[in-house]
């Protein structure tokens, strides 16, 4: 019997609290830690209830993070159809990766933690395809760089990379910019650092 809690959502409104809860507990617990029944309880949903949306954990985890990757492939995708300039399709994927990543903290932290067990899951073979796909776009943008002459090649690509994305990911997730600098404005803060270094004029270079 359903509770009342649960008889004034529809089944849309559900399956979206069922996602919401669950991608903030496995944020906090880890998947392997968190149980149908510490989700059931964070939702005020029975659990018996629970699983007319979902078979298991594991698919709900699935869901959470198959959105994210959808979501932040298909920005890719957009960003790169549009510019043809190494420098803005690296702005723009610099900017897509913050947006996305604010929009869905919890999935975004499940996706960089639990590389491990996300190979378990159903969609594994879908989640490994998209990791491909925006690693590309980044490695592709980043080459492209590299042979117009804007960026530096004496700096493996792969190296550019993690440190490009890692800078996205770690300040999306541990830094609140002020009002003045907004979101997008740290995005471009972030990229004005990678591309133009930190220093205030251009110095000589000492000799090691």
Known sequence: MET????????????????????????????????????????????????????SKDAIADRIVTL??????SQY?????????????????????????RANTHASEIYQRETAYLRQ???????RDATRTIRESWMTTLERGVTAGDLR????VELLYLL?????WLTARSFSPSSELGHDGLARSILSVFLDGATAQPTERIPL
Do not use: N, Q, W
């Open 121 to 127: 899951l159903p969609s594994r073979d879908c989640i």
């Open 68 to 73: 994210y990757l959808d979501e932040l492939v």
């Open 4 to 55: 009342p809690h649960e008889a004034r959502m529809d089944r849309s409104g559900r399956t979206d609290l069922i996602l919401a809860c669950a991608a903030e507990l496995f944020a906090e617990k880890g998947i392997a830690g968190t149980t149908v029944r510490d989700i059931a309880g964070r939702t005020g949903i029975l659990s018996g209830s629970l699983y007319h949306h979902f078979p």
């Open 164 to 168: 490009l994305r890692d800078a996205v």
């Open 153 to 156: 090649g004496d700096v493996p």
């Open 77 to 101: 995708e957009r960003v790169l159809a549009a510019e043809h300039d190494a420098r803005a399709a690296l702005g723009g994927l610099v900017m897509a990766s913050s947006r996305v990543s």
